[in-house]
């Protein structure tokens, strides 16, 4: 681990962690280029951003899903995975002009957060790190689905519209899978798998309306452009959950 | 009777339970931190018996109407299951199972939560080193021994409490307990809670939390079910 602090003060690691988060971000906005060099920059973000988070557990020890900025780039990469294999379809090319920004727009939130370079005893259970990594991935699956959603309200192809409740659909079976894991992990260290506190609260308000959505989709009345906004929604709602509970909505810290 | 039957399976009902559950859940995560005192001992006892003895209806009625919107959904979602399966499907076996899976799934999780409301118990325990305590009738925990390891920037990365746990006096077994690995024994689940480091005084202590939890190895079994239904219900669309 110490390898991987290059002889540097902790001071000078920051900085040098900050850029090494700031340029996949530089990247994926350079990805906008149409053709090939468009694919390429796309490409070296990419190579980027896993060289940056390859580095964050390389000096932790363990993987960087534990605190805010870890978490957030982790998702930023997982909706930029995501975007590679969707925009693959040529149907959906538009997809750039939401989904890069976005990333980028994610990668900068990360950096407003220190990096944190501890992790409680609680935290150190496979069943903890599968519940983060299933979360970031679903929240992901929202952020893409949002951009696609938006793409459909704005333009109408149905195209979009489709692949917006695939994402949805998937991102849901994720999150449900990241919150059975979590339920394990919270069950093994604090010996409950609930407990009355906004944060659970607005968890279960997150599961609960792609749930709304999903059947919302089905009924008639709503098909179409109410259900896609409703889709759009969970990832505002998702994002609430993670940054907003806490901080407008006071909730107390877990027990222990 | 037949009325009823199609209000349960209607996707009106459902699309009405889940937004009503959503603003319950919304109103509950504003109740909660503005009547902190008031709601700070709702998880140290089973549901039910803290909503007796809390009283305060105008503080509770919501969590009596997110238990009642939340048992309306199972209905519902039981009724759907039924209805979806007394269908033919055009689209194979998988695909018509795996979303009835997952519902099964939700519905135990939902039932685990009741079996805790009413039957699961929890205590902490702060037991000192080379001291018991008791940590259910007749049965008592010794921790003969409790640390930490701290790394270079002072912070714990490990506790450890050895244990030697007695029924009626006698030794009945010997566990290493650390975060996160708790220790079974009889129907308990012992879990650890702090670790106090002590002073000239006063010996370190852990404070091992102890509970009683009937629902856990449903909403274990129901999780499970949800992520196998997820699994099918992608291989099947892939298929």
């Known amino acids: 681990m110490e390898f991987f602090r290059f002889g540097l003060n902790d001071y000078g690691l920051a900085v040098l962690t900050f850029f090494m988060l700031l340029a996949p971000a530089a990247f994926y906005i350079m990805a906008l280029m149409e053709g090939r060099a468009g694919r390429a920059m796309f490409g070296a973000g990419l190579v980027a951003h896993a060289v940056s988070i390859a580095h964050r557990g390389a000096l932790l020890g363990w993987l960087p899903l534990t605190e805010k900025y870890d978490n957030i780039s982790f998702m930023a990469f997982a909706?930029?995975?995501?975007?590679?294999?969707?925009?693959?379809?040529?149907?959906?090319?538009?997809?750039?002009?939401?989904?890069?920004?976005?990333?980028?727009?994610?990668?900068?939130?990360?950096?407003?957060?220190?990096t944190i370079n501890t992790i409680s005893p609680f935290m150190m259970t496979p069943w903890f790190f599968a519940h983060s990594l299933f979360y970031f991935i679903s929240y992901a699956f929202f952020a893409i689905a949002a951009c696609l959603?938006?793409?459909?309200?704005?333009?109408?192809?149905?195209?979009?519209?489709?692949?917006?409740?695939?994402?949805?659909?998937?991102?849901?079976?994720l999150l449900s899978v990241s919150l059975f894991c979590g339920s394990?992990?919270?069950?093994?260290?604090?010996?409950?798998?609930?407990?009355?506190?906004s944060k659970e609260m607005w968890i279960s308000i997150t599961w609960l309306f792609v749930g709304l959505y999903l059947h919302a989709r089905l009924m008639r009345p709503l098909h179409g452009v109410p259900a896609a906004v409703m889709g759009v929604l969970v990832f505002g709602v998702a994002l609430f959950t993670y940054f907003g509970v806490g901080t407008v909505i006071p909730s107390p810290p877990t027990q222990f | 009777m037949k009325k009823l039957w199609d209000i349960l399976i209607?996707?009106?009902?459902?699309?009405?339970?889940?937004?009503?559950?959503?603003a319950l859940c919304l109103l509950g995560s504003v109740m909660l931190p503005t009547h902190l005192e008031f709601f700070s001992g709702i998880d140290d006892s089973p549901l039910f018996?803290?909503?007796?003895?809390?009283?305060?209806?105008?503080?509770?009625?919501?969590?009596?109407?997110?238990?009642?919107?939340?048992?309306?959904?199972?209905?519902?979602?039981?009724?759907?299951t039924v209805d979806a399966l007394s269908r033919r499907s055009v689209r194979g076996l998988l695909h018509k199972l795996s979303p009835q899976v997952m519902h099964l799934g939700v519905l135990m999780v939902m039932l685990a939560h009741l079996?805790?409301?009413?039957?699961?118990?929890?205590?902490?325990?702060?037991?000192?080193?080379?001291?018991?305590?008791?940590?259910?009738?007749?049965?008592?925990?010794?921790?003969?021994?409790?640390?930490?390891?701290?790394?270079?920037?002072?912070?714990?990365?490990?506790?450890?409490?050895?244990?030697?746990?007695?029924r009626e006096?006698?030794?009945?077994?010997?566990?290493?307990?650390?975060?996160?690995?708790?220790?079974?024994?009889?129907?308990?689940?012992?879990?650890?809670?702090?670790?106090?480091?002590?002073?000239?005084?006063?010996?370190?202590?852990?404070?091992?939390r102890v509970t009683h939890d009937p629902g856990a190895k449903w909403a274990l079994a129901g999780g499970i079910l949800v992520v196998l239904g997820g699994i099918g219900f992608i291989y099947s669309r892939r298929s």
Not at chain 1, 158 to 173: A, D, F, H, K, T
Not at chain 2, 54 to 60: E, I, K, N, Q, Y
Not at chain 2, 129 to 152: D, F, H, M, Q, Y
Request: proline content about 3%; some cysteine; glycine content about 8%.
């Open chain 2, 169 to 208: 006096g006698k030794v009945i077994a010997r566990r290493a307990l650390v975060p996160a690995q708790p220790v079974f024994i009889d129907g308990l689940g012992l879990f650890f809670g702090t670790f106090n480091e002590g002073d000239d005084n006063r010996a370190p202590s852990a404070t091992i």
């Open chain 2, 10 to 22: 209607s996707l009106n009902t459902v699309f009405a339970l889940f937004a009503l559950t959503i």
């Open chain 1, 79 to 114: 909706a930029a995975i995501l975007y590679y294999f969707i925009s693959r379809n040529e149907k959906l090319r538009s997809l750039a002009r939401y989904a890069l920004p976005l990333i980028c727009v994610i990668i900068f939130v990360a950096l407003k957060f220190r």
């Open chain 2, 115 to 166: 079996l805790t409301a009413v039957f699961g118990m929890r205590a902490d325990v702060q037991v000192a080193k080379g001291t018991r305590g008791e940590v259910a009738p007749g049965i008592e925990v010794l921790v003969s021994e409790v640390s930490a390891e701290v790394n270079e920037a002072g912070t714990s990365t490990r506790w450890l409490a050895e244990l030697v746990l007695y």
């Open chain 2, 49 to 80: 018996q803290w909503l007796a003895e809390a009283g305060a209806p105008g503080l509770t009625w919501w969590v009596y109407a997110l238990v009642a919107s939340v048992a309306l959904l199972a209905l519902s979602t039981v009724a759907c």
């Open chain 1, 184 to 197: 394990v992990w919270f069950y093994l260290a604090y010996g409950t798998y609930w407990l009355w506190t």
């Open chain 1, 149 to 173: 959603g938006t793409h459909y309200v704005i333009s109408g192809d149905s195209e979009y519209e489709v692949m917006e409740y695939r994402m949805l659909s998937l991102g849901w079976i």
